[in-house]
Each structure stands twice: as structure tokens, then as C-alpha cells.
């Protein structure tokens, strides 16, 4: 963690209104509009400053991953004062922050070595640790949002770190299910569902010793993709260094089968879910990554639109057992296009 | 309802596949991508049929509303034999509907007389009242995707009907918050929010004697707007005529709005909610429809990326405050720009 190079923090004062019809809190944070730090379009706010005059958000150095406060952060541990509403409001309380996967501003994580990705998983679960430790914060949600089709508008190879003060509704409900799978049958409902998509094989793009990655059978996305320890794991810190090695040749496999698929950068939400840090033990949670891409072809996007957005019901036009042949005939070497 | 002018049904058979991480079911249509008709640019399928030998989607005559079936549906009532997979597949069995809302292809539905406007809200009223009476069917979604922002290629004026075998995620959650709220307060919960809306007033957009539109000071989505009856009423065919007389008042004023905002029409999913078709009474739900416009300035569309859609908490840069200043400040008149 490097401390900020800016003099002038934000006084981030986020405030959360609950939404009585959907049951969920949204956060507001209208400073968010008025960034009074307006950079020129050269300006690379995730290099390292070379300048002292003209700091980026990190300090000058040397560096793998770099780790720090979001500026302009969606959840602040020190709001406070939420105003009134005709709903209730509370405190946006929570921690937003940035990781810089490189120093180089046009690489990838695809690109990145095994052992980068490596030093990733671990970074994540140091930050789980540190952040989910403080009481407050019970959920945290390392995430990459990749490309311009995303609204990505810094292409520094770079993803986020949301830590929330509840267990937000998408892991929410996963977790629901997977305690009521747990209860139901003493086994985790992902390492089941593994072991059925490996014993399958037609949606699989790896297998290896400790971890698997495939198009899961129920995919809401084309393209979508699940990755995950074999075995039990239930976050980060809970990685063996053999699953954790495992997992990463999993992780830069798949990212490589998008890139190759064609032949350009591929876009995608990576979103990784864990055990809450609420202090209970969750046996019945895997760690595992998905992926959200945005695309239902070469050359168009899927949009979310009535079904999706309206009624929560997704509906698509391609089977996952297409976008997985299509992922499966990509080849791709661990060893290629490696770069520090 | 018109016959379809095609000698070739489509033979749809689309299947539902079980997600047992988020508890709910995905529909595949993948004959959907292999649509044999490749109209030509100049081909308007939702205009009336001149030629027989070259038909559109609606028979040769005169319509005020047209409404036909979806040739490439993703739920059909005769679906049948899912493939087996690793998950829990069932036939796709639900109906899909298209709904043309004028004859003039360049028009708009704000564009539209409040007669139309009314037409259209029985449409909608008779369209469930038929559809939602067949035992298989347990809700029933009128929406309108409007704009190529949110993937809509045919500009001709309409809209679609989803009709499913199941009360759909986003409806169901709802109704359970409507009905813990019923069974606390014995009143309906977004009566209760339009009434405290009235009061506060600085979010309304329109209010007349049966209707009120406002920004929910809750919005997810930049310029959100939801509007409905101010009185309980559960679903189209509830409606007295004054309430949809009003009702129609509230949504082209809303429309309006949208369009007068930055002179240019206006991207939605326009979404309405209503009670189940599933034969309770439902005296807790309340008719209403969601606007969720893509744009979060004139410039900038919103995307959902990691918090929105890996956690499923949203994050707004601005206010519901703001954005209905902003609404407010567009004046309409509902008897201009009226098209027969």
C-alpha cells in the first residue's frame, strides 16, 4: 500500500437510500461529477509519478501490483451525516480500491507471467484479510472491468477492490443457495457442479491438478466463464500455493482463449466471489471467478433489455456448448507473449 | 390479433435451463441466430403488408395498434422435449408477443394522441387479461426497448409482450417487498411512496387527479422515472377509464419529457409491473411502470459494470434530485406534436 501523493484528499461523504421495492441499498456519490482533476488525455493517472510536481496516483518507485485508495470512491468507511429522503438513508459506509496489475500502461493481465498471477491471488487475499478484518466491512469483491465496451477509459492494465458494509444481493442470494445445496447434501453445489462439468468435458477450457474453468452449462452471457478450485476453498487466504499456482494457470489460459478468440483485446467483467467476512466460518462457499462479457458475437454487443433488466429472466440465442467449442479451438501456449 | 401473414411458422422450440447459483431459470432459443429471413435494409417487417408476395410481419389493412406473435420467441407455449444437461432443463413454455403502436414508421409513442396512449393501456389491459388466462401462464410483462443504445434495430414505433411460466426474478422480488410491506402496514407500499412523493413534491413530474410520475428517490439509473395510479389497482384490466385516461396524461408527459431533454429522442426500457396472472387476489401489488434510460448525461451512457452487476449494488454519480431538476425543467404540452 502506498500512501496517496495527493495533498488534497476528496472528502469522499457517500450516502446510501434503501430501495423499498427491490429491498436493496443504492449509494450515492454526487462529488463523483464534479472531479475537479481534470487530466490531459496523455496523462496516465496509474503510472508511477515521475514528476513530483505533476503526481499520478502513485508515488514514485518501483513496484509489481500496486495497491491504493480510490479517489473517488463509491463507499467511504468515514461517511457520515447521510441526508434525510422520503426513504431511509445510511452511511456509505465501505472501501473502494485500485490495483495496478503492471507497470506497463499497454500490457494485460493475460499477458502478465504465471507468477504475477500468481502474486495477484495473493495480493487479493492480503487485501480481503486486511480490509474484511475492520468490523464494518462484511463483503469483498476483487473485480476487473475490461475494455471500452465495459465504460473502461483507462486501458493501464488495472482492476478494483469493493469492500461492502452488507453482503450485497448478487452474493447474497449465490450464498443462499449454496447453504440450502450445503444443507441439503453436506457438499459444496460449486465443487458438485464441477465435478459434473469435468466428468461431462464438452463446456471444459481447463482442467488441471487443483483447478477448472468451463462455460457453465446455465450461462447468461455467451461467452460466459466460471473458474475455481477443484476442492473446498472458501476465499483467497484459504488457497494452498499448489491451488493457488493451479488457479492461475486456469486464470491466464482462459484470458488468453478470449484474447485469441479474435484475435483482439476481449472485453469482460471478471468479478470474484468469497466467503462474506462476517465472521462465520461458510463452509458452503467456494471462491470462484465469472465472467460477464459483453459481446454475443465478432461484431455485436448483447444488450440487456427487457427480459434481462426488466424482468431478470435472461434469454439467449447461443447454447453454452457453442461458445465453448469456439473457446476450446483456441489454442493457446502459458509460456507465449509473457512479459514482466 | 392479426394471423400471421407467413406460410413458414418458425417451429420455436426454445428450453429453460436451471442456474443453480442464482436459483432462477435462463431461456435458450438458439434457432434465434439462424433467422433465415434477412430482410433488406429497406425492409420494414412492422409496416402493413402491400405486396402478398413479399409480406411482412402484418397482414394488408388498416390498424390503429397491431399486435401479432414474436416469429423468433424465446418462451413458446408448444415448446417441448429439453435437451438433457448437467443442470435441470424444462421446455421453454411461455409466449411472446409484438405490439406496433402505430402505422407511421418514424413516429414515436410520445409522439402519440392521449386517445392512442389510452388504446395502447387497454391493449396492454386485454393482451393479459387473454394471454394471463392460460393455465401455464403466471405473469405477464409488457415492456418497450427504445433505441439502438439499448440493441433495438427497428425504429417502427413498438413494443413486446413477455408472458411467462413462472413470476420472473425481478417481479418476484418485488411483490415479495410489496407484500411484507401489505402485511405490516395492511396498505400498498407504492401507494404509501407516491403519496410521501406528492407531499415532498421536489421529485414529482407530473401529478394529476389519478396518476403521478416521479424520479424514486431511489433510482439505480440516472434519469429513472417510475409512474402508476396514485389509488390501489393491481393490473391493467383494474384501470376505471378515468385512471387510464390519467394514466396516459402521466406517460406522455414522461415521454415528452425524455425527448424535450436534449432535443433528440430518448433511449428506455420502459418496463410494467403488475399482479401475477396466477389466480390470487394480490391486493398488495400495485400497476406501475420503471423507466430505465441508458444515458447518465447528455453525452455519457451508464454502463453496469463491476459493483452493478458482479455485486448487484448500484452506484450513482448524481442525485434523483437532480436529475428530476432536470426533468422538471422541460416544458410540455400534451396536445403538441400529436400524430394520428
Known amino acids: 500500500m502506498a500512501p496517496s501523493p495527493f495533498a488534497d484528499p476528496q472528502h469522499a461523504n457517500p450516502h446510501l437510500r434503501w430501495h423499498p421495492l427491490r429491498g436493496e441499498w443504492v449509494t450515492y456519490a454526487a462529488y463523483r461529477q464534479n472531479r475537479t482533476f481534470q487530466p490531459p488525455p496523455q496523462y496516465n493517472p496509474l503510472a508511477v509519478t515521475m514528476d513530483p510536481a505533476n503526481p499520478t496516483e502513485l508515488p514514485q518507485g518501483d513496484y ?63 487485501r480481503t484479510t486486511r480490509i474484511g478484518g475492520q468490523h464494518n466491512i462484511h463483503y469483498v469483491l476483487p473485480f476487473e472491468n475490461r475494455g471500452a465496451e465495459v465504460g473502461v477509459t483507462l486501458h493501464h492494465p488495472h482492476g478494483q477492490i469493493y469492500a461492502y458494509p452488507f453482503v ?14 450445503f444443507l441439503q447434501h453436506g457438499s459444496s453445489l460449486l ?9 461431462d468435458g464438452q463446456r471444459v477450457l481447463y482442467q488441471g491438478p487443483h483447478a477448472i474453468a468451463f462455460v457453465p452449462p446455465c450461462a447468461r452471457y455467451p461467452y460466459e466463464v466460471w473458474l475455481m478450485p477443484s476442492a473446498p476453498c472458501k476465499d483467497f487466504a484459504a488457497l494452498t500455493p499448489e491451488q493457488r499456482a493451479d488457479l492461475a494457470r486456469a486464470l491466464k489460459t482462459v484470458l488468453l482463449k ?6 483482439r483485446p476481449f472485453p469482460y467483467l471478471m468479478s470474484w ?34 427480459t434481462e433488466i426488466g424482468a431478470g429472466m435472461f434469454a439467449m440465442d447461443v447454447l453454452p456448448e457453442s461458445t465453448a467449442y469456439e473457446l476450446q479451438q483456441v489454442q493457446v501456449s502459458l509460456e507465449e507473449r509473457v512479459v514482466q
Open 273 to 306: 466471489y468469497q466467503a462474506p467476512t462476517d465472521g462465520a466460518s461458510h463452509p458452503e462457499t467456494q471462491l470462484h471467478a465469472e465472467f460477464f462479457p459483453p459481446y454475443r458475437n465478432r461484431d455485436r454487443l448483447k444488450y440487456l433489455a427487457g
Open 168 to 181: 450485497p444481493p448478487v452474493p447474497a442470494n449465490m450464498l443462499a443457495q449454496e447453504r440450502e445445496y
Open 64 to 126: 509489481e501490483i500496486a495497491v491504493f485508495d480510490n479517489r473517488f470512491p463509491s463507499l467511504a468507511l468515514d461517511s457520515h451525516d447521510p441526508p434525510a429522503s422520503t426513504v431511509p438513508t445510511a452511511p456509505a459506509n465501505g472501501h473502494c480500491e485500485v490495483v495496478v496489475f503492471t507497470q506497463d500502461p499497454v500490457s494485460s493481465l493475460s499477458a502478465l507471467s504465471l507468477s504475477r498471477i500468481e502474486l495477484l491471488l495473493q495480493v487479493w487475499g492480503d
Open 191 to 199: 465443487c458438485d457442479m464441477a465435478r459434473l462439468e469435468a466428468e
Open 258 to 263: 478470449f484474447d485469441g478468440l479474435w484475435d
